[in-house]
């Protein structure tokens, strides 16, 4: 089994930064895609940054530019970073590490972290 951990977020200004990052452990053999998702009040949950095993990266047009997802294969753990900048106040919302196991999860994000917060102030 594979278990997510996140750090990371709180309160900045607008145009700061931020850094969020997941640790994976567990059977991390088994993790094909991670990526950051977020959820505003009264909003649906939306893909923010993915990174797949091999390398193909994805974006929302929202955070192109201002965000880098990165991710760091150890020997026992997977690290995924996300890094914020120029943040704006509808960055605000709470994020989710998550993770595409296989094969339980084919072509979907079935693990999800516990979630951090992010607030944008204006």
């Known amino acids: 089994q594979v278990k997510l951990v996140e750090s990371g977020g709180g309160l900045v200004q607008a145009g700061g930064s931020l850094r969020l990052s997941c640790a994976a452990s567990?059977?991390?053999?088994?993790?094909?895609?991670m990526g950051w998702y977020r959820q505003a009040p009264g909003k649906q949950r939306e893909l923010v940054a993915s990174?797949?095993?091999?390398?193909?990266?994805?974006?929302a047009d929202s955070v192109k530019g201002r965000f880098t997802i990165s991710r760091d294969n150890a020997k026992n753990t997977v690290t995924l970073d996300l890094q914020m900048n120029s943040l704006k106040p509808e960055d605000t919302a709470d994020y989710y590490c998550?993770?595409?196991?296989?094969?339980?999860?084919?072509?979907?994000?079935?693990?999800w972290g516990q979630g951090t917060q992010v607030t944008v102030s204006s």
């Open positions: 990174i797949v095993r091999g390398g193909s990266i994805f974006y």
């Open positions: 998550g993770a595409q196991i296989l094969p339980e999860h084919p072509g979907y994000f079935g693990l």
């Open positions: 567990g059977n991390i053999a088994s993790i094909n895609a």
